[in-house]
């Protein structure tokens, strides 16, 4: 198979362009869901555009050329990923894509229903890509290239992890830490487990793990931590089918909860330095399944909850703080001060002559601001 390899005609790395799309697929995803049936094609398209021609230079390729190959079963193959939608879907997927390029006219004649089917196939290929670069086609290619300096880079890794207690989850999993339930029921020892990179899920009418779930009551629960070094503020745009809530610490910031078709809600706050323990509740009650959760962080373009900003909280479940873990990794060290002597008369004495203890290059109170809430 033909290897395809990145960017024709762009600046931006393989990496900016997979987060650029998936923030295009969650706008329109959006305006689909909101906008007045008169202007949501129309607002929707170039959304949808944008999406495409990220892909297209991902795969170094022109935006008519990559609609010509989504049609043509022989050409297909030289696209990572594309395997990922059936030859059908793939060719309906390029007649949704010519008539979006075909301007106004071409979007007013497609219904809500068939531009929300293309952000579902479109988010799927983007899944897919994502899958391919990090351990199919693309990886591989990579590989064959510079096979020295990936395996000093692992040897490197391994002793980072080794000596680093709380880290920022792999790139092949993901800081989102996911426990799938066999049941509408969010409670007891979990079906299964596993770290996420993104809360960008359609299912369809699908089970989200195989066999070994139900396609309908169904129930997941993801966490991470929200590291912040200033204070933030976050929209949060929260998209289900049927029931999901975000909750901050405590807080619930966005509410979708019941039964109800693929509806969203959004929610704000203002963040303040420190830690922050993000959960997302969900749950499919029958028919088809799906949730995506995506930000506004200062006032800057959606997406997903940008993955900067999360660390994976470790394996253990801490009821009281999931992020405990966390927040001791960031906690500033402490030195001891040994009481002076007669002999080291510069030595620095503690009151009373005993030992003391103070932060490193930090004021009284720092660790509870650097903490957080």
Same mark, same amino acid.
């Given at each position: ?23 295009? +697929? &969650?706008? $329109?995803?959006? *305006? ?7 202007? !949501? /094609?129309? @607002? ?108 000093? +880079? &692992?040897? $490197?890794?391994? *002793? ?7 880290? !920022? /989850?792999? @790139? ?108 997302? +509740? ?92």
């Amino acid at each position: 198979m033909a290897e395809v390899h990145a960017l024709a005609q762009s600046s931006e790395t393989p990496t900016e362009l997979l987060q650029s799309g998936h923030g295009q +697929l &969650a706008a $329109a995803r959006a *305006v689909l869901l909101d906008f007045d049936p008169r202007v !949501r /094609a129309l @607002a929707a398209r170039e959304h949808l555009i944008s999406a495409w021609s990220s892909l297209a230079a991902i795969y170094g390729v022109s935006l008519p050329e990559l609609r010509a190959r989504l049609g043509a079963d022989e050409r297909r193959e030289a696209l990572p990923g594309i395997d990922s939608l059936t030859p059908a879907a793939s060719a309906r997927a390029g007649a949704v894509l010519e008539a979006l390029q075909g301007g106004a006219e071409g979007a007013r004649a497609l219904d809500r229903d068939a531009l929300l089917e293309h952000v579902r196939l479109l988010g799927r290929l983007y899944a897919a890509v994502d899958r391919a670069r990090t351990g199919g086609s693309f990886a591989r290619a990579q590989a064959r290239r510079n096979w020295g300096v990936l395996v000093l +880079l &692992a040897i $490197a890794a391994l *002793v980072v992890s080794a000596l680093v207690v709380a880290t !920022r /989850a792999p @790139a092949d999993e993901g800081p989102w830490r996911a426990a799938l339930y066999r049941s509408k029921v969010i409670a007891g020892e979990p079906a299964a487990r596993r770290r996420d990179r993104d809360i960008d899920f359609d299912w369809g009418l699908d089970s989200p793990l195989g066999d070994a779930m139900p396609v309908d009551f169904f129930a997941v629960r993801w966490d991470t931590c929200m590291v912040l070094e200033d204070t933030t503020t976050i929209e949060f745009n929260l998209i289900s089918d049927d029931g999901a809530r975000l909750l901050v610490g405590s807080d619930r910031v966005v509410n979708n909860w019941g039964n109800h078709r693929a509806r969203q809600a959004r929610g704000a706050r203002v963040l303040e330095p420190g830690v922050h323990h993000l959960q997302l +509740l969900y749950y499919d009650h029958r028919g088809p399944a799906q949730v995506h959760l995506t930000a506004t962080v200062d006032g800057g373009a959606i997406g997903p909850v940008p993955r900067e900003l999360l660390v994976d909280p470790g394996s253990a479940y801490e009821l009281r703080d999931p992020c405990a873990r966390v927040r001791e990794a960031r906690a500033p060290k402490r030195e001891t001060v040994t009481p002076a002597t007669e002999d080291d008369p510069a030595t620095p004495r503690a009151a009373g002559g005993a030992s003391s203890t103070r932060a490193s290059g930090s004021p009284a109170g720092a660790r509870d601001r650097l903490s957080g809430p």
